[in-house]
C-alpha cells in the first residue's frame, strides 16, 4: 500500500506542540514558567537551525514529567490537544489527509515529538499509524530520557525503516510533507516530497531540487 507520510509540528498543525504543551504544564504548574519557557525557546531555536541534537533538547524540556506515571500524563495529554491543538490543525493538511485516504494510501505521522503526544493528537486526526520518540520508563515512571532511536533527521528514516519491516509495507511511491530542514534526510528519500510551509533553508533546497512548495492554511 502506497504511504502518505506527515511530519507533524509546523506542518499539520500551526505550531510547535512540545513546546504548547510545556506552555499547558506552566498553567497546571508542573514547571517554573519565567526559568523554564524562555530556555526551551532557546532550545528550540538552536534545534531547528541544527546546533544541537533533539537528545540535547529532550534533557531539558523532558525534566517537568521525571517521576510521572504514563497514566497520569496521558490524562492531561488528552484534554490539552482538544483545548490547545485542535483550533490549530490546518484545513489545507485536513484535505491532503482525505484525498489521500480516498485514493487508498496508508497515512502515517512521524515526528520527533514524545509518542504520547503525537499518539493523541492523532487520535483528533483520525490516524492510527504514528511514529514519535519513544521514552524512557523506569519502574512505570518517566525518567527523563528517550528510549532508542529519535525519531529526528536520518532517525526518522532509520525507525521508518523498522516500522516498514514490521509492518509489511514498503516506500515505493511514498509521499512526506513537512516544513523543516531537520527532515531533508526523508524528504530526499522518498518518490514525492512536499515542503508545507517551510523554513528558509528548506525552501531554497525544494526550489532546487523542484520539489512542490505548498501554503497550508
Do not use: C
Amino acid at each position: 500500500m502506497t504511504l502518505a507520510i506527515f511530519d507533524l509540528d509546523d506542518t499539520l498543525i500551526d505550531g510547535n506542540s512540545p513546546s504548547l504543551w510545556l506552555e499547558h504544564l506552566a498553567d497546571l504548574g508542573w514547571l517554573d514558567r519565567d526559568s523554564f519557557i524562555p530556555r526551551e525557546q532557546e532550545l528550540v531555536a538552536q534545534y531547528a537551525a541544527l546546533q544541537i541534537s533533539l537528545e540535547d533538547y529532550f534533557a531539558f524540556s523532558l525534566q517537568p514529567l521525571v517521576g510521572r506515571t504514563p497514566e497520569e500524563v496521558d490524562y492531561i495529554a488528552g484534554p490539552f490537544v482538544e483545548a490547545v491543538i485542535e483550533p490549530l490543525i490546518h484545513s489545507d493538511a485536513m484535505r491532503a489527509v482525505a484525498r489521500h485516504r480516498a485514493a487508498g494510501e496508508r497515512i502515517l505521522i512521524i515526528s520527533a515529538t514524545p509518542s504520547f503526544l503525537v499518539r493523541a493528537i492523532a487520535e483528533r486526526l483520525g490516524i492510527a499509524d504514528v511514529l514519535g520518540t519513544d521514552l524512557e520508563l523506569q519502574h512505570g515512571h518517566y525518567s527523563g530520557r528517550i528510549s532508542g532511536i529519535a525519531t529526528a533527521r536520518e532517525g526518522k528514516i532509520q525507525r521508518l525503516a523498522q516500522w516498514l519491516e514490521e509492518q509489511g509495507e514498503a516506500l515505493a511511491g511514498a509521499h512526506f510533507y513537512s516544513d523543516s530542514r531537520n527532515d531533508l534526510p526523508l524528504l530526499s528519500h522518498v518518490a514525492h516530497p512536499h515542503a508545507v510551509n517551510p523554513d528558509a533553508a528548506l525552501r531554497a533546497h525544494a526550489e532546487r531540487q523542484g520539489w512542490e512548495i505548498l501554503h497550508w492554511r
